[in-house]
């Protein structure tokens, strides 16, 4: 039987929720919770309309506020953020990565 593989195994939260153990991917995929974090090769926030990133987003943690000139400067919701990764492949410039959940303070 083929071992069943998703974006949220790899990349996700898993707080909690372990890779069954038949998935082979128990010990391979790290624990620890992550979300999306924005670098400054975002071309949007170059002045370039771009928004991909937020097209796959389910949760929509991903959105834009509007500025001047028509200018949009991408946010991400942590509170929404679920750690899929989808919006890492949306983006033509690698200006998104997962990065470890902030500890709270």
Known sequence: ???????????????????PAESG????????????????????????SCRLCADPCD???????L???GRALPVIDD???TGCGLCISSCPVSALS??????EV
């Open 25 to 48: 991917l128990a010990e391979s995929v790290a624990t620890e919770a992550r979300i999306a974090e924005l670098n400054g090769r975002c071309i949007s926030l170059q002045g370039v």
């Open 1 to 19: 039987m083929a071992a069943l593989l998703s974006r949220r195994a790899l990349f996700g939260r898993l707080a909690g929720n372990e890779p």
């Open 98 to 103: 997962l990065v470890p959940l902030p500890a």
């Open 79 to 81: 509170s929404r953020c």
């Open 67 to 69: 500025l001047t000139g």
């Open 59 to 65: 949760p929509a943690a991903l959105g834009f506020r």
